[in-house]
């Protein structure tokens, strides 16, 4: 049995994170020491793992509590979570190419810019006129 602190710890998150995904019903209520302290058994510790794992990988909350549903299940087919993890992949696609534009565009304010004054910056420029980027037929996808 691991205090918040040192469940915290072993995990590798806070004590605050804990005590949220409690409130929340991610993590189950823990036992109480006489002293009324958390009290944390290697199945909490599991499932602190999974949480943080699966917040790692970006999983939004809400996928998170479908897929401890889903483990705590163990005769289901993993189609769901097969699914669930097949979404994720495709926002995580949609993500990076939302930021290799960011970057694209970001690559060409730096390269036009000539070094001289304000009144003719590139960077300053193109932040405050973004048709400029439309203009040009950029990709770049609102953020």
Request: aromatic letters at 4%.
């Amino acid at each position: 049995m691991l205090t918040i602190g040192r469940a915290a710890e072993a995990v590798g998150c806070k004590v605050q994170t804990i005590r949220y995904y409690e409130q929340i019903g991610l993590l189950p209520s823990p036992s109480r020491s006489g002293g009324n302290q958390r009290l944390y058994d290697e199945e909490a510790i599991r499932r602190l793992s999974f949480i943080r794992h699966a917040r790692e990988l970006g999983f939004p909350l809400q996928t998170i509590r479908d897929l401890i549903s889903l483990a705590d299940n163990p005769e289901y087919s993993c189609e769901a979570a097969d699914a669930i993890a097949k979404k994720q992949l495709e926002d995580v696609d949609r993500r990076l190419k939302r930021l290799q534009a960011l970057r694209r565009e970001l690559e060409r304010m730096v390269e036009q810019c000539k070094g001289g004054r304000i009144a003719n910056c590139r960077v300053i420029e193109t932040l405050g006129d973004h048709t400029l980027c439309e203009a040009k037929n950029h990709d770049i996808p609102k953020v």
